[in-house]
Nanobody, 124 residues
Framework: VQLQASGGGLVQAGGSLKLACTAS????????SGWFRQAPGKEREFVAA????????YYEDTVKGRFAISRDNAKSTVYLQMDSLKPEDTAVYYC??????????????????WGQGTQVTVSS
């Protein structure tokens, strides 16, 4: 089972990027999927999560109204559309999937598999 994240890059403040996370080798459905980020010297933090059906989404307060998480289960892909980017959004972004349907969505230990990370750099 593998998650492959892509779409990161260098963008100016106010710009946009769209990240994608594609799963392969899955023999069972996942439950929620999430995006986290980690800046240098900081702990990994929650960004956004989405349920399997896509019927519920959750966001960290500082990205609400700027980021949008979505999924296409037919393509085994979860997306993170990031608009109005700020320099403080600079980090390595990781996607993750919950295989067991745990309750919490914003905690690292609630997820079982992780992608390799994609760098997002926002210049001022």
């Amino acid at each position: 089972v593998q998650l492959q994240a892509s779409g990161g890059g260098l963008v100016q403040a106010g710009g946009s990027l769209k990240l994608a996370c594609t799963a392969s080798g899955l023999t069972r459905r996942t439950y929620k999927s999430g995006w986290f980020r980690q800046a240098p010297g900081k702990e990994r933090e929650f960004v956004a999560a989405i349920t399997w059906s896509g019927g519920a989404t959750y966001y960290e307060d500082t990205v609400k109204g700027r980021f949008a998480i979505s999924r296409d289960n037919a393509k085994s892909t979860v997306y993170l559309q990031m608009d109005s980017l700020k320099p403080e959004d600079t980090a390595v972004y990781y996607c993750a999937a919950d295989l067991y349907g745990r309750s919490w969505y914003d905690r690292v230990h609630e997820y079982d598999i992780w992608g390799q990370g994609t760098q997002v750099t926002v210049s001022s």
